[in-house]
């Protein structure tokens, strides 16, 4: 009987495709293989398996099974669940599972040895090379001639005789086992009594979330390390994910992995080079690496029997992702733990809302950590109002900060100045004419770039040399920067304080995993005064003497004003003054402010996020707004604003008619042109009991916008832009 097989393209196609399952080739679900669309082959993954022959249409055969490890059932379960829930075709994640796939693999690599056949003539030289490659260690042509003090030339003589030999060695692709034996840190007794909790919690077995809510510094990480522990040690075969929100944060986590358990966990972010990620990639799927740690795309890797899944900083907003396939990977998180049937620890300082709710509801077990480790305490935070005592004309920190820096700097310690806003200055304007400089397809302002003498659009990417003379009026020397950068702060600080040795930490400086680390470690180990930074290092990190924060723009992040502007603001400034003070040296945290009676400013300096998050919850229960209702958003876009205009028109009349459900719009995009596209957007507000995906994809399948249009569907936006 022949049989058809159903083929998931990691395309964005609505669904799989059917192709013939040729003679003897016995595929299985979770089977990678090549099947041809039009004139290409494409790498799939068989999703369903019939007996039939596709009737009197002949289907196209599969042309090959791959050699590659196959996606275990629920992993396809759970790529089909993310395409339902995110309102997007299938193949979309599906891409993002086979990242790492197909990846090309390490190279064998040459090594030199000796073959026991002697050489026609010996030499001293010749003695020690042959000495020396007996004594084994697997090395190249150029390390053993080092290793044996003399000239490359020897050793090649050597192999042309048949004294040596090249061999081709396959590197060891596996993943040693985790060492159960090694002793953790003692706890205190609250981290003990969480950890307890947590360990009982996973000893049952079967899908259960927890909130590990503990203050900055009370060790959470030691507590999740040790649930990781229980759960590797009570089955040889089960695996964890770690997932983390940014990439600088990876290698301070691993090395704590690779204490715990002296290996090194399988990594997985953006910046992993192809041979690795293909050996992660195969062991998670053989289950032979037992333990990831990576950013929020691991989620998608093709666990053989994964067991737990952690995610800390589970508040932080690159979580989200917003391109591509929209996911909030906190949310499919719990979704693949449920999948699973495996334990999902969610840990925070300053948690979601969305996880808040959920613990005071029960559905989560709440386990809270309300002290430092040890004998370190939370720092003492202050406003700074910069209404009564601002900095000088054309600077950005305060007297009072300045006074503050000064003594740390004079006491030895480190300050981090927190300003989250990469360059030197937002914005670029003409004194002459008053024209601000934008990107020509883009409706933002190009950003100042000093390092490189350009100006940047940060939503594209676009960037141009700083004119000379303005654009529009042609003005000699009428072009300033308004605004403070972190460049800018570091100008300043610069100034201020010409002995510190001083260093700017964000996604500019610090391109990829290595220059993060190396810029951690200089911080770690007090080769840098003062760190001006962005959110790049506000967050998790541990930096034993620092001990004053100084946030320079605490208003910044409240100014957009949408639905979670104090939630975040809360969770970044919580974030950032937790880095003071780790140690037994008290920190201290300043805010300089223009709203010091905001609530967000007055929970932070009462240290009360029960307040802020009682008061912000009630706010939105109110309103119907997540956690207490659903929202997804719709954004149209086009090149041509007329069809936009009537698309979105159409689109609003044919928006079902649902019970417990709003749509608001269409209106103008905040951000009205990107890349020369124009924006429009509606908003959907639905009771928690609506299905809300199921709501949006019946609305989608009722239009077929015209070619030049997209559509994207982002269900529980974090940007409303
Ligand atoms: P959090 O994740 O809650 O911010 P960490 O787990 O990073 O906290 O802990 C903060 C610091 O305190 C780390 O340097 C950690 O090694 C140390 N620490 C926490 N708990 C212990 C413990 N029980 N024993 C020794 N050191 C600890």
Redesign the pocket.
């Known amino acids: 009987m022949s049989r058809i097989a159903s083929i998931l393209l990691p395309m964005p196609l609505p669904e799989a495709f059917d192709y013939a399952e040729p003679e003897g080739m016995e595929l299985n679900v979770g089977d990678q293989v090549a099947a041809p669309l039009g004139p290409r082959l494409i790498h799939g993954v068989v999703t369903a398996l019939r007996d039939g022959t596709g009737g009197n249409r002949p289907l196209k055969p599969v042309e090959a099974r791959l050699e590659s490890p196959p996606l275990p059932p629920n992993a396809i379960e759970f790529i089909q669940w993310a395409a339902r829930y995110s309102v997007d075709w299938p193949g979309q994640p599906l891409a993002i599972a086979l990242r790492g796939a197909r990846a090309a693999r390490e190279k064998p690599t040459r090594v030199i040895e000796a073959t026991g056949t002697a050489p026609a003539r010996m030499t001293p030289a010749r003695a020690k090379v042959l000495e020396t490659a007996a004594a084994g260690g697997h090395m190249s042509g150029a390390d053993l001639a080092r290793a044996a003090g003399v000239s490359a030339g020897v050793v090649k003589g050597l192999v042309d005789e048949g004294a040596l030999a090249v061999r081709l060695v396959e590197p060891d692709q596996r993943f040693a086992p985790p060492d159960l034996e090694r002793p953790g ?4 007794p609250s ?1 003990a009594a969480a950890a307890d909790a947590l360990k009982a919690m996973l000893a049952e077995g079967g899908f259960n979330v927890a909130l590990l809510d ?10 999740y390390l040790e649930a990781v522990h229980a759960v590797l040690a009570a089955d040889p075969a089960a695996q964890v994910l770690v997932l983390l929100p940014e990439i600088a944060l990876t290698q301070a986590v691993i090395a ?1 992995f690779e204490a715990r358990f002296g290996v090194r966990p399988g990594e997985w972010h953006s910046d992993v080079a192809p041979p690795l990620r293909r050996r992660v990639w195969e062991g998670v799927a053989t289950g032979d690496c037992r333990i990831v740690v990576g950013a929020r795309s691991a989620l998608f890797l093709p666990f053989a029997k994964l067991a737990l899944i952690v995610v ?1 900083e589970e508040h932080d907003s690159s979580y989200k992702q917003e391109d591509g396939f929209i996911y909030q990977a906190r949310d499919l998180a719990v979704a693949r733990g449920k999948i699973e049937g495996a334990g999902v620890v969610l ?1 925070s ?1 300053t948690p979601s809302l969305e996880s808040l709710r959920n613990a005071e509801t029960g559905r989560y077990r709440w386990l809270r ?1 309300s002290a ?3 004998t ?1 305490r939370l720092p003492d935070i202050g406003l700074i109002d910069l209404r009564e005592t601002p900095p000088e004309r054309g600077r950005w920190l305060s007297p009072a900060l300045v006074t503050a820096m000064g003594e740390t700097f004079a006491a030895g310690e480190q300050t981090l100045l927190f300003l989250n806003r990469r360059g030197y200055a937002p914005l670029v304007l003409c004194k002459a004419c008053g024209e601000r400089m934008t990107a020509p397809d883009t409706e933002s302002w190009l950003v100042e770039h000093r390092y490189s003498g350009r100006l940047v659009c940060h939503l594209t990417g676009f960037s141009m040399p700083k004119p000379e003379k303005c654009p529009h009026c042609g003005a000699a020397e009428s072009l300033v920067s308004i605004g403070p950068g972190v460049e800018r702060v570091e100008e300043e600080a610069r100034a201020l304080f010409p002995q510190a040795r001083i260093a700017v930490f964000s996604s500019d400086t610090m391109w990829d995993a290595r220059e993060a680390r190396r810029l951690v470690e200089a911080m770690e180990e007090g080769e840098i005064d003062i760190l001006v930074a962005t959110q790049a290092a506000a967050k ?1 990190h ?1 930096f ?1 003497n620092l001990t004053l924060v100084g946030v320079v723009d605490a208003d910044l992040g409240l100014r957009g004003g949408d639905l979670r502007a104090a939630e975040r603001t809360y969770q970044l400034l919580a974030q950032a003054t ?1 880095r003071a003070g ?1 140690k037994e040296r008290p920190g201290r945290a300043l805010l300089q402010t223009y709203a010091p009676e905001h609530a967000v400013m007055q929970a932070l300096v009462a240290q009360d996020r029960d307040a802020f998050t009682s008061a912000e919850l009630a706010e939105r229960e109110l309103a119907g707004l997540p956690p207490f209702g659903r929202l997804a958003a719709v954004v149209a876009s086009g090149p041509d604003a007329a069809q936009l205009e009537d698309f979105v028109r159409k689109m609003a009349e044919v928006a079902p008619n649902a019970d417990g459900v709003q749509v608001y719009g269409p209106a103008d995009a905040p951000l009205g042109l990107v890349r020369g596209r124009r924006r429009k957007r509606f908003l959907v507000r639905a009771d928690r009991t609506v299905d809300l995906s199921a709501y949006m994809a019946a609305w989608r399948a009722r239009v077929r916008p015209p070619g030049a249009i997209r559509v994207a569907i982002d269900v529980d936006p974090y940007s409303f832009l």
Request: cysteine-free.
């Open positions: 840190h003692g706890l205190n981290q503990g203050v900055t510094g009370s060790g959470k990480t030691e507590v704590r800390d840990a300082a950590l430092r480790h040890g370190a998790g541990n034993p937790g780790r």
